[in-house]
């Protein structure tokens, strides 16, 4: 079972992410360390644990007000021997320029991402080096809906971002998720409200490849030693 470190970043420094609702987040308050500094909470984040993939949020990007690129670029450069999986807002296959030469996966976000078509453009060209968020709030996906039925345009990995469960410490209900395991061929991944090792251990029964979290393990309630 994967553990992947979700780090939200508005405004160049590390915020708490919650329900989703971007314009409230505040500096994050870690149990961890007492920083909000992208380079100082990601050294803390490897010393807790060996996690080998982090995923990073520019919320500024996603929200279409400017961007982190310039401190991003920086750590993923500080630190060569993490996968970094980076969601950047992308929109069109445009976006995905600047970070084409930087060693990362580049999260596409149903949310921000304008239509099929330019999931169809980027999967020709970086299908290897991309991963699928499909964000669902109110139970609903956000972005293009025909996205949903057309899985052959999904990549390797799949992120279901349940953005109504993050911060909440809650699970929400998988059963209208299940239905998309039918293709085996995929490694899926649940982002919101992972809280405990119940909780990781009740994902992986249920066929996830691993978790994308950020509270549960600020506020150290995961057990490493007995994952």
């Not at 052959?152 to 469960?165: E, H, R, Y």
């Not at 293709?183 to 649940?190: A, E, G, P, R, V």
């Amino acid at each position: 079972m994967e553990l992947i470190p979700a780090i939200d970043v508005l405004n160049n420094i590390v915020v708490k992410a919650f329900l989703g609702k971007r314009k409230k987040y505040k500096p994050i308050k870690s149990k961890l360390i007492n920083s909000s500094n992208l380079e100082k909470i990601i050294y803390r984040l490897l010393k807790e644990y060996k996690f080998k993939v982090i995923y990073i949020a520019d919320l500024n990007a996603i929200m279409g007000k400017k961007n982190n690129f310039i401190i991003i670029k920086k750590v993923i450069k500080k630190f060569p021997n993490i996968e970094f999986w980076v969601d950047c807002g992308v929109r069109t296959f445009l976006d995905i320029k600047q970070y084409e030469n930087l060693p990362l996966k580049i999260i596409i976000g149903s949310e921000t991402l304008r239509n099929t078509k330019e999931l169809k453009k980027i999967n020709k060209y970086k299908r290897n080096e991309i991963i699928l968020s499909l964000d669902f709030k109110d139970n609903n996906l956000l972005g293009p809906l025909n996205l949903l039925k057309n899985q052959k345009l999904w990549p390797k990995k799949v992120i279901f971002m349940l953005i109504d469960s993050i911060g909440t410490k809650k699970i929400s209900d998988l059963k209208k998720l299940k239905k998309f395991f039918l293709t085996k061929k995929k490694d899926f991944y649940l982002a919101g409200g992972v809280s405990n090792n119940k909780d990781i251990n009740f994902l992986k029964k249920n066929g996830f490849k691993g978790t994308v979290l950020s509270t549960a393990i600020h506020e150290k309630k995961i057990n490493y030693k007995n994952l």
